[in-house]
C-alpha cells in the first residue's frame, strides 16, 4: 500500500479496493461468487433448460410436453416445504447445507443424462429436487445475507441484486453455448443435449471445492439447557411470530406473481393481440425477460445500497412503478397504431419487475434477526414469496382459455394492477413498522 506524509507521519492512501462493499473485498468475494454460483449450477442440468431448450431435453428424456410440466410441477412442491425446512437452516451451518445438495445433484443429473431412466424414476428424481430446493435457495440467500452484513450498513441490496444479476447472465451464457451447438449440429440434438447435460453437472465438482475452501462456518440455533434440535425449532417459531417478515413475504408474493404475469403478457401477448410474427415476439420477450433482468437486478442493488438506503423502499418503489404502468397499458386501445408504445410500456414494467425481484428477500436480511435464525426468516420469506407458481400459471392459463385474447390479457393486466397495488401497501406500512423499531433501538442505545 502507498503512503503520504502528513505532518512528519507516513498515512497510508486508501486503496480502490477499499471503497467496494465488503462482501466484494478479498477475503469475502470467494464466498460471494461461491454462494451464488451455488444456486446456478445447481439448476444449470434441467430448470435451467426451461425455455428454448425445452424440446429438445423433452426429446432425449423421451416425455411430452404434459410429463414436462408435470415434472416442474413436481419440483416446484418445494413451496410447501419451504417453511418445515427453516427447522434445518437453523440447525445446520450453510456450508453444509450447500454441500449436501450439490453432492445429490450431482449424483442424479449423471444417473438422468447416463441412463436416460423411464418417466416413472424421473418423476422420483424430480420430488427429490422439489424437497432440496426447499432447503438449499433458502439457504444460498442465508449465505448470501450473511456474507454481506456489515457493521457500518444495514442494507444488503447490492448483494441481492448480484445474486439475480450474475444467476441470470450464469444462465444466459450457458444456454446460449447450447443453442449454438444445436444451431452447428442440428443433426445430433439429443448428443449435444446429453454432453450439455453432463458437462454443466461436472461444474459441481470444482463448485463443491469451492464451498469447503471459501464458503464460512455460519452460527446455528443455540440456547442453554436444550438441545440444538429444540433451539432450532424455538428459532423458527420466533420467527413466524414477527410481522415484519410476513410483511416482507406478502409483499415479495405479489412482486413475483407480478413477473408470472409479465412472462404471459411480454411475447404471447404481442403475438395474440397485435398479431406480430412468433420471431419479433420471441426477440421481444428475450429482451423483456432476460437482458433486462440481469441489467435490473444491479441497478436494484445499487440504489437499494447508495441512493435509497433500504431494499423495502426499492421493492415498494418497484411495485408502485408496476401500479402506474400497468394502469397506463389499460387505458390504451390495442390497435395496430399502440404496439410501439405498448412495446415501451412493456419494457418499463419488466425493468421495474426486475428491480423488485433482484431485491425481492433483501428486506428480509435488513430485519438483522441473529444470525443463527436468519435462515429460517430466508425459508418463511422464500415460502411466501413463490407461492404463486402453484396459482398464477393455472389461472392466466384458464382466463386466456375462456376469453379472447384481448379480454384474457386485460382481465391479467387487471389483476397485476391490483395485486402490485397490494403489494405496494405493505411495502409502505413495512417501511413505517421499520422506522418505528429503528427509533426503538436508537432510544434503547440513549
Request: hydrophobic share 55%; net charge positive.
Amino acid at each position: 500500500m502507498s503512503t503520504t506524509q502528513i505532518g512528519g507521519t507516513m498515512a497510508a492512501k486508501p486503496r480502490w479496493s477499499d471503497k467496494l462493499p465488503s462482501f466484494l473485498r478479498r477475503g469475502k468475494v470467494g464466498s460471494f461468487l461461491t454462494i451464488v454460483m451455488t444456486g446456478q449450477l445447481v439448476y444449470a442440468s434441467f430448470e435451467a433448460f426451461k425455455g428454448a431448450l425445452m424440446l429438445p431435453l423433452q426429446h432425449l428424456l423421451g416425455i411430452n410436453g404434459l410429463q414436462y410440466g408435470a415434472l416442474m410441477g413436481w419440483i416446484g412442491i418445494a413451496t410447501f416445504f419451504y417453511v418445515p425446512a427453516g427447522w434445518l437452516q437453523n440447525r445446520f451451518k450453510v456450508k453444509t447445507i450447500l454441500s449436501w445438495c450439490i453432492l445429490w445433484r450431482l449424483f442424479t443429473f449423471a444417473l438422468v443424462y447416463l441412463a436416460l431412466p423411464s418417466y416413472p424414476v424421473l418423476v422420483v428424481i424430480a420430488i427429490t429436487w422439489g424437497l432440496s430446493e426447499a432447503v438449499v435457495w433458502p439457504a444460498v440467500e442465508n449465505g448470501v445475507a450473511l456474507v454481506s452484513r456489515d457493521e457500518n450498513t444495514k442494507t444488503q441490496g447490492l448483494a441481492m441484486g448480484l445474486l439475480e444479476s450474475v444467476r441470470r447472465f450464469a444462465e444466459f451464457v450457458m444456454s446460449m453455448i447450447v443453442v449454438g451447438a444445436l444451431i452447428l449440429f442440428p443433426d445430433s440434438a439429443d448428443t449435444v443435449m446429453r454432453v450439455a447435460g453432463l458437462a454443466y453437472a461436472a461444474t459441481l465438482i470444482p463448485l463443491l471445492y469451492c464451498v469447503h475452501k471459501f464458503v464460512p462456518d455460519t452460527k446455528t440455533a443455540k440456547l442453554e439447557q436444550h438441545s440444538d434440535a429444540y433451539a432450532s425449532l424455538l428459532g423458527l417459531l420466533h420467527v413466524m411470530k414477527k410481522p415484519r417478515v410476513w410483511l416482507a413475504g406478502m409483499a415479495a408474493l405479489t412482486l413475483y406473481w407480478t413477473y408470472i404475469n409479465l412472462i404471459y403478457c411480454s411475447a404471447p401477448y404481442l403475438t395474440q393481440v397485435f398479431h406480430i410474427s412468433e420471431g419479433m415476439a420471441g426477440a421481444f420477450g428475450s429482451i423483456n425477460t432476460g437482458f433486462i433482468g440481469i441489467i435490473a437486478g444491479l441497478v436494484a442493488g445499487l440504489i437499494a445500497d447508495y441512493v435509497f438506503k433500504s431494499s423495502t423502499k426499492v421493492l415498494a418503489s418497484a411495485l408502485g412503478l408496476t401500479v402506474g404502468v400497468t394502469a397506463i397499458v389499460l387505458l390504451l386501445p390495442t390497435g395496430e397504431g399502440m404496439l410501439w408504445p405498448t412495446m415501451i410500456l412493456l419494457m418499463v414494467m419488466a425493468f421495474a419487475t426486475f428491480l423488485g425481484k433482484g431485491v425481492i428477500l433483501a428486506p428480509v436480511a435488513e430485519l438483522r434477526l441473529p444470525e443463527g435464525i436468519n435462515g429460517s426468516a430466508m425459508s418463511v420469506g422464500s415460502f411466501l414469496t413463490y407461492a404463486s407458481v402453484f396459482w398464477a400459471y393455472p389461472m392466466n392459463g384458464a382466463i386466456l382459455d375462456a376469453n379472447t385474447p384481448e379480454v384474457g390479457y386485460r382481465i391479467i393486466f387487471t389483476i397485476t394492477l391490483v395485486i402490485s397495488a397490494v403489494g405496494l401497501i405493505c411495502g409502505i406500512v413495512l417501511l413505517m413498522m421499520n422506522k418505528h423499531a429503528e427509533q426503538q433501538e436508537a432510544a434503547l442505545v440513549a
